[in-house]
């Protein structure tokens, strides 16, 4: 891609439907930068949340593409931008532009770009935010379609372990992992997980905060454990083995559909699962990771139900599946 382009960008925020809850934080609504790169004729479009626990905000992101904007004029490749800005939001938002920019101008499926296969419909989980264990029943009733369902802790060792109790009483037909969001120490584990093998859980996502990965060295679980918040990039990957089963990657986390296929092809070859997670943001956001979902066991891809409004057209949620068609990010 060697044409001149144009980049702009909008800030938009999306409210919540009702505040979501994990260990250390709730949320009541989701701003995202929307990036547009246009060559005069096509235009491809990337959204980004950011990290939150990285500081990767709306004011850091903007910053980010202000200061690329006459590389990406240049005809800056994707190549490139792996090289010019660093892992997060910002280059999300841009690399996932410059993806569809390339499906619109080549009339070619990012997934055919990508050496994938035709997509398939995708088990998501359906996420349930940290509350009281009847309320986190309730949610897990109400989620009626759901097949795999993800359960937010706290950290709150008892508690934790009543609402896991609860939901699998009220699902007992469903997959269930959970999701600790860094809420616990080394020596919590082994009560934890205990526990959560108890309930038939199937996944425990980040059980210890990022930087504490090496308590995990000989750690033995029945359970599988994912990384989350220990693996950000590319780079991260080769250093969970031993410690961890399955890596989650998320497109804001790794700065793009380029980075986030590279981490899951990497993944697999040295014997991890592979996960796609997401930050609470719209359709727009969820139709690339349902590329990297495509090479995925476990998919995560429920971000919009928490909105009060989402984008049209939106992701399809179908019997416990996920689908995005090409209307909603790519040739259209």
């Not at 090479?295 to 179908?318: K, M, N, Q, W």
Request: proline share 5%; glycine share 10%.
């Amino acid at each position: 891609m060697t044409a001149a382009l144009t980049l702009d960008y909008k800030v938009e925020s999306f409210a919540l439907a009702k505040p979501f809850r994990i260990s250390g934080h709730v949320f009541t609504d989701s701003p995202v930068v929307v990036v547009t790169v246009s060559d005069g004729i096509h235009e491809g479009r990337g959204e980004a949340a950011g990290v939150y626990y990285l500081n990767d905000d709306v004011a850091a992101m903007t910053v980010a593409i202000d200061g690329v904007r006459d590389a990406v004029a240049g005809g800056m490749t994707r190549d490139a931008l792996q090289r010019l800005l660093p892992a997060g939001g910002a280059r999300n938002a841009i690399d996932c532009a410059l993806w569809e920019l390339e499906a619109r101008q080549s009339g070619t499926p990012v997934h055919a770009l990508a050496g994938l296969p035709e997509p398939r419909p995708l088990r998501t989980t359906f996420t349930l935010g940290a509350d009281d264990p009847d309320v986190m029943a309730a949610g897990a009733r109400d989620y009626a379609q759901a097949r795999a369902l993800k359960l937010k802790l706290t950290g709150d060792l008892d508690m934790d372990i009543a609402r896991v109790d609860a939901v699998r009483a009220a699902r007992p037909d469903c997959w269930i992992g959970v999701d600790a969001n860094q809420g616990f120490a080394i020596g919590d584990l082994d009560a934890l997980i205990t526990a959560l093998a108890a309930a038939d859980v199937k996944l425990l996502e980040q059980p210890l905060a990022r930087g504490r990965e090496a308590d995990l060295d000989g750690y033995q679980s029945p359970i599988p454990i994912a990384a989350d918040e220990s693996v950000l990039t590319l780079a991260d990957v080769d250093g969970l083995a031993g410690r961890f089963d399955v890596v989650n990657i998320k497109l804001d986390k790794c700065g793009g559909l380029t980075e986030g296929l590279a981490m899951a092809r990497r993944a697999r070859e040295l014997g991890l699962g592979v996960m796609v997670g997401n930050m609470v943001s719209s359709s727009l956001a969820m139709a690339p990771a349902f590329i990297v979902g495509q090479l995925c066991d476990i998919v995560d891809l429920d971000g919009p139900i928490f909105l009060a409004a989402d984008r049209t057209p939106a992701i399809e949620y179908r019997r416990g599946d996920a689908w995005c068609g090409e209307a909603i990010w790519g040739r259209g």
